[in-house]
């Protein structure tokens, strides 16, 4: 059942997939109390790991390693999450978050920056939480698909049951001395005085497109 070289052994309270996994013991997650116990923590993380857009995509990535972490070890998720690799994809353009696997195992967690510029921290950690299920099931079950067990975990974690998707930006600001890019939908400070800022990643001028 379980192709995925990353096993953990169980921790704890067991999930409530409905998919067999090895780890049947304990049944508190299902109550009610711990539910909204969980649900109070989770809220917590997100606040503790917020970064806002304006972050340099290294700042971004070390905020979302910690906060998956935080979310995985609060789920006992089987996710390593620093065995996996966390990058950003500035090609991406419709689709907030993707996991990329090799024989079945996920190996990579790919997010969309321009959907963090566009749409914030809440948004994306609501695409990480929707990542990291996908993981646990990969690994747990050898299930990439929005299945029941993914349903089931998804409204447990708060994570949006559907790979997200968006529109293009209307403005790109690109750095001039490095690969960053910003995203914005409107006119803003950003885009009307660009000569203003600088790159948040090596300090470079930035230029709209
Ligand atoms: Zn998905
Ligand atoms: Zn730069």
Redesign the pocket.
Known sequence: MISCGYVSECRGYGLKVEVPTRCNQGEGFRTTAAMAAHADRLAELEKRYQVHPGCSPTEFIAAVKLYARAVADLFDLTVPVHELDWEISRRAKRRAGAVISTDGCPVRVRLTWEYFQREGWAAMAGTVR??LV?VHLLCEADDGS?GPAFRSLAEQLDAPR??TRFAPPKYTVRCVDCPTEYYRYRRSKLVDRVDAYRCGECGGKLIVS
């Open positions: 929707h990542e996908h929005h559907h790979c």
